[in-house]
């Protein structure tokens, strides 16, 4: 009886530790079960993924949950701003606009993406796209 119980003891030990090398190993949470420092290296990389014309969806898949959305109607479409996080400045327990990376979607396509572009957007008061849809329209009247 001794003897038995050892084995089905040790059998029920080596497929738990079975269990948790598979799960170890193969397991990669999604970017919203990250922690804030292992989220922001993951998008700090994948930014370098991102190409001009990728999809919303694609994006949001790719990125998970923003951190701070901003989004405008035009004339022309729709303009849609997700943050996130790439860069720690203080440590106060907040993430800030400021520690995050903007990308910019007119009608759910990414057209632009980085802090000068987001400031370009803001000067501008509309975005880089539109105006330069604009621009071609008038001189074309002329």
């Not at 303009?79 to 907040?94: A, I, P, W």
């Not at 800030?96 to 007119?106: A, D, R, Y």
Request: charged letters at 30%.
């Amino acid at each position: 009886m001794k003897s038995k119980t050892s084995v089905i003891i040790g059998s029920i030990f080596a497929a738990y530790v079975a269990f948790v090398a598979v799960v170890v190993l193969v397991y990669e949470p999604t970017p919203d079960e990250m922690d804030w420092e292992d989220r922001q290296v993951y998008n700090s990389q994948k930014l370098n993924e991102l190409t001009l014309g990728q999809d919303i969806s694609t994006v949001k898949t790719l990125f998970g949950k923003a951190d701070f959305t901003e989004a405008k109607s035009l004339k022309d479409g729709q303009l849609q701003v997700l943050f996130y996080r790439t860069h720690h400045e203080k440590s106060d327990g907040v993430t800030t606009k400021e520690e995050c990376t903007p990308l910019i979607f007119k009608d759910d396509k990414l057209v632009a993406w980085g802090d000068d572009t987001y400031k370009q957007y803001l000067e501008a008061g509309t975005d880089i796209v539109s105006r330069t849809a604009k621009e071609a329209e008038s001189s074309s009247k002329n």
